[in-house]
């Protein structure tokens, strides 16, 4: 507002109506002053701005650009003020006629002032400190058209940019001004040349690559992007103006690949976007790819054709939206779902992001996660292919994923897969645990047509599925009469699911009821299969959970002596695990167990800290009413009678009888620690269970404790 033409107006406005003496001497007092502190700068701008036009005629809005640097080289914001003055004065449009560039501190200043009509460019640099002036001034056509022409006029053209007719600036004025020329560079895109100061393609793919993420993912409230722009090219520019993504604020990480790397991932790598969700509680890593090959089949560049014409024709294609969706621009190589510790580590030097997410393995092999969502891609199309379209109503997928090794590799894939398909953890899904060298596998059960797709993938060189089959496994259907029981058997003894016939029969009928209990299901994550004796655990769990509650201070150490599978019970359900020294198992001999009592299942301690009591209740089982009573026969082969006692023993109502307290026994915490000993017996330590001889009377006087 110190510029000269806006002093002057400003003054002839206000003052008008005063004494024309008066405003005389105020307007003098006031302009003598001002000249003599701003004069300087504002010549200099007027200068430019005047040999501009000297060269080019009037400038007005309808044909100019501007470019300038003009703030960026130390101390040339002085002259912000004055350039803005002149710059308004004449009408011109900030957006529609203005492109001020970053620089180096260290830059020249210079301007460029662009004539659409004409083609002409004035291109101005000026020194200033000492003295202020223009110290360079050329102007040339540079209508792209006309210099791409022919031969000729490119060779003539770069004859000129080998002289640095515009100080080496020629390139990035002359793809600028023709695409603002054209009337469709987009604003937005303008505004990311301003940081990265030139117009090439690699700065157009990024703002492609922009556009993509927030058509995609979109920018909602509670949603930002981190990005790794790995590997790098001239499209950082773009995320770190139009998505704020400043290295400073961590919104973006940048390191490059070499070709093997490049090679290795595949699909021309271009970056990694985290997009974290705090609505939803996500965060999602999107790989995605740019491929230039596309670009310059299509742009109409030639081989021979120089930098300057190949570049400004990508950039030009780049441009059309249209264009980009042509097929290959730009790929989703992978989404991962990942956590606050694997962006942490992306994020770390000397740790490759692609590495982190297992998009490349170190050797730079081919990447396997692509590979990954891929074969869990594969999974769910091979068993939708056999049974239909896989639905909540109707699905139970028993799978083990995550216990064999590096399996947990392609857990986010299988559940974005499954979540895909609107699957519930705890309605469509058991996940068992393994050894940790098993084969991956799943099962797929739909319970209206009680069909099952058995599929086994292998990971290890190739990610493939290596074994399938469906089946009808419906209960009722194979237990349905001899034949159809032989018939089952033999596909049994042939291991049509690899050994899983009776766990995935037997779960996913059970499930297929409506009837299993979810706490129950829980156990099978760990037993793996569903047999009478881990449905004994449970029955004897609940019992004690009955009769001695489990409320504050109250905790039991389980001696599961004699042992079967009803152990896993017990540490799925009571945290009662080994480590933890909440379970001690050891197995007994016949004539032990003669001795005590053949229903024997084992020993509960209860300690009561509130009570400051300590209880050894010996509990027993009687699996012969579920054999009686289940309705299986003598020749009725394993699968059909133990899943027939699985299902009378899932009906709470039948668990009257099953259990029998034979003792129970105050002890202190001496007799607890001698029961754990390897060497000792716990029924002997707590006097159940003579070493020599029978029970002996002594010992038979404390079963008075037991309940009726
Ligand atoms: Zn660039
Ligand atoms: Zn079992």
Known sequence: MIGRRGCTNKKIKTKITSFVFLTVLVFSLCFIPGMAAET????????????????????????????????????????????YSEFNGRNLKYTDNLLVVQNARNAPLWF??????SGKCAYIEVTYGDEEKISYQVTENINFNGLSKNKKSIEAWNQKVNSAVFKGHEFAILTISNAWATGNLDYELMQCLEIHNHFCPGVSSGFVLANWMEENYPLKEGVSYTVFSCPNWCKEDVFVKRWDATPGKGGIFVSALTDEEIEAIGNSPAGIFVVTDKNAGTMKAVALGFD????????????????????YLADLWLMDRGNWDEEGLVTEIAVIDIDKDTLGEMKRAGSNPYEVLGLLNSNGNVNPPVEDKELMDQVFSAAEAELGTLGPENTFIMTDIGSPAESDFFLNNFYSEFYGKELKYTKNLLVVQNARNAPLWFAFFDKASGKCAYIEVTYENEDKISYQATENINFNELSASQESIAAWSEKVNSKIFNGREFAILTI???????????????????????????????????????????????????????HWCKDDVFVKRWDATPGKGGVFVSELTDEELEAIGSDLAGVFVVRDKNAGTLKAVVLGYNSDLASANCGAKESDPDWVSKYMKDLWLMNPENWDGLVTEIAVIDIDDAALNEMKQADTNPYVVIGLLNLVEDVSPQNLESTEAVTA
């Open 40 to 83: 300087d700068s504002s010549e200099l701008m007027a200068q430019v701005f005047a040999a501009a036009e000297s060269n080019l005629g009037n400038i007005g809005p309808e044909n100019t650009l501007i470019i300038t640097d003009l703030g960026s080289p130390a101390e040339s914001y002085v002259f912000l003020d004055n350039f």
């Open 508 to 562: 996913s009928n059970a499930w297929a009821t409506g009837n299993l209990d979810y706490e129950l299901m829980q156990c099978l994550e760990i037993h793996n299969h569903f047999c009478p004796g881990v449905s004994s655990g449970f029955v004897l769990a609940n019992w004690m959970e009955e009769n001695y509650p489990l409320e504050e201070g109250v905790s039991y150490t389980v001696f599961s002596t004699p």
């Open 292 to 311: 230039f090959d596309v670009v310059n089949a299509k742009c109409g560049a030639k081989k021979d054709d120089p930098a300057w014409i190949s570049k």
């Open 112 to 117: 460029a002032f662009f004539d659409k009509a």
